[in-house]
């Protein structure tokens, strides 16, 4: 199947399945989520090799950075406070205007954090690194949650969705799978380049590929950077998808969305352009059915698919595939080329 099948057979899934299925729109907006998370993180972790827990530090930043720009265009802080966000004067212009420019400030602040922080930490490697990111992750949850200006650790409510803009879920549906489509597409153009080459050849030996002259610390951030674009704008319409920002439990959520985006990638084959995609979906399917017929154990028969998977399919369902019918599959990005075949030698 060429690429123009495949992604016309998507388009129409996409477009099909709010219509088949309009009770489960919050459901399918969260499923963007999933996938924007688990190919975020691979560009690092997959790509790269280099494994962060701290990712989920872009994504708290850019849900409390859309909620504050949604918040100072429209109201007055001590009224906002005191009616807890259910102001009723915010139109659905005001409020598409208001979380716009929220995705737009929260995509370079992302940015901006991610060059300064990346520049300093992204010289570690190994456990240290993933050490260093974990802790980037807790302690921004800890600090959000002293600041008054943003709720504390009483968390902070976003703007009431406006009812003229129809339904909640499919407004955010859209939204979602919008960003995860135009993060995907980017994605392929990257890696298909230069810019994936620099990636793949950190991952397989860094030193050799300093050595070749290649500026591994430069490629990092810029990836690092990459994804906190994406992961910043995810986490502003995250929150105003939930409707309440908690510091610990949403928007530093390390030990669920942190984790969980960890997992997806390696479920679907990390390294790989469909493998985070495919991974988010079987994992937000798995624990959506789990958790409405096996309460009380969802999280242990979750954890069990999860665990025979890694164990009968280390390199995940891509990698799988990809050895058992190579024909099905185009080959990665640092097995098509090398360094010496891009366009400029070294970097």
Request: hydrophobic share 50%.
């Amino acid at each position: 199947m060429d690429d123009k099948t495949l992604y016309g057979i998507i388009l129409l899934v996409l477009v099909a399945l709010p219509l088949m299925a309009p009770t489960y729109h919050i459901q399918m907006a969260y499923l963007g989520v999933m996938i924007l998370l688990s190919m975020t993180w691979d560009v690092q972790g997959g790509q790269a090799g280099y494994n962060s827990f701290g990712n989920i530090f872009f994504f708290g930043i850019g849900m409390y950075t859309t909620a504050v720009v949604q918040r100072s265009m429209f109201f007055d802080f001590d009224e906002y406070e005191k009616t807890a966000g259910s102001l009723d004067a915010i139109s659905s212009s005001d409020y598409v205007i208001s979380l716009g420019v929220g995705f737009g400030a929260s995509g370079i602040l992302c940015v901006l954090v991610a060059l300064v922080i990346g520049s300093a930490v992204l010289g570690l490697r190994g456990h240290y690194f993933a050490i260093c990111t974990l802790g980037l992750a807790i302690g921004a949850g800890e600090i959000a949650g002293g600041i008054d200006y943003i709720g504390a650790g009483s968390g902070m409510v976003t703007p009431v969705f406006p009812d003229g803009l129809g339904s909640k879920g499919q407004f955010f549906y859209i939204i979602f799978m919008v960003l995860a489509t135009v993060c995907h597409f980017t994605l392929k153009w990257l890696y298909g380049g230069r810019f994936g080459l620099a990636l793949n050849a950190i991952r397989d030996d860094e030193d050799k590929a300093e050595a070749m002259g290649l500026h591994t610390t430069r490629y990092k951030v810029m990836g690092w950077m990459l994804s906190a674009f994406f992961l910043g704008i995810t986490g502003g319409a995250m929150g105003n998808l939930i409707g309440f920002i908690d510091p610990v439990d949403t928007a530093f959520a390390g030990a669920t969305f942190g984790v969980w985006m960890v997992l997806m990638a390696i479920l679907g084959g990390k390294g790989t352009i469909w493998g985070p995609v495919i991974g988010a979906i079987i994992f937000h399917v798995a624990q959506e059915l789990l958790w409405a017929h096996l309460f009380g154990w969802q999280r242990v028969a979750l954890g069990a698919m999860i665990v025979g998977i890694v164990v009968f399919f280390p390199q995940g369902i891509m990698g799988y595939i990809r050895a058992q019918w190579p024909h099905l599959l185009g080959h990665k990005v640092d097995e098509a080329m090398t360094i010496e075949d891009s366009k400029g030698g070294t970097t």
